[in-house]
Nanobody, 124 residues
Framework: QVRLVESGGGFLQAGGSLRLSCAASAASGIEFSISAMAWYRQAPGKQCELVASISRGDTTTYADAVKGRFTISGDSAKNTVRLQMNQLRPKVTAVYYC???????????????WGQGTQVTVSS
């Protein structure tokens, strides 16, 4: 009923930049209200980890490993979130997942949704 669709992943060399985008949408007649969106990543053989998040009030948080190089931004009117990634290094190679916490009436409380993931590969 609610979908998160990511785009922007790819293969590039170290030092380059990439921007990931995620758009939330719902089937006709379903309304939703986003309270937060985030990007997670999972590298081969490692646990999934939070990269960056942004709240409805535009409060942002970042993993220490990406501070200063990654920037998360949101567009509440378009229900989208972007992750600008600069100065990329091979160790950021992972599948990046879009996450959203939202209200989807008549479901009580908030619900969590995930995108299908987009691969980011950085070569040395």
């Amino acid at each position: 009923q609610v979908r998160l669709v990511e785009s922007g992943g790819g293969f590039l060399q170290a030092g380059g930049s990439l921007r990931l985008s995620c758009a939330a949408s719902a089937a006709s007649g379903i309304e939703f209200s986003i309270s937060a969106m985030a990007w997670y990543r999972q590298a081969p053989g490692k646990q999934c980890e939070l990269v960056a998040s942004i709240s409805r009030g535009d409060t942002t948080t970042y993993a220490d490993a990406v501070k200063g190089r990654f920037t998360i931004s949101g567009d509440s009117a378009k229900n989208t979130v972007r992750l600008q990634m600069n100065q990329l290094r091979p160790k950021v190679t992972a599948v990046y997942y879009c996450y959203s916490k939202m209200r989807v009436p008549p479901i009580p409380g908030t619900s969590v949704y995930w995108g299908q993931g987009t691969q980011v590969t950085v070569s040395s």
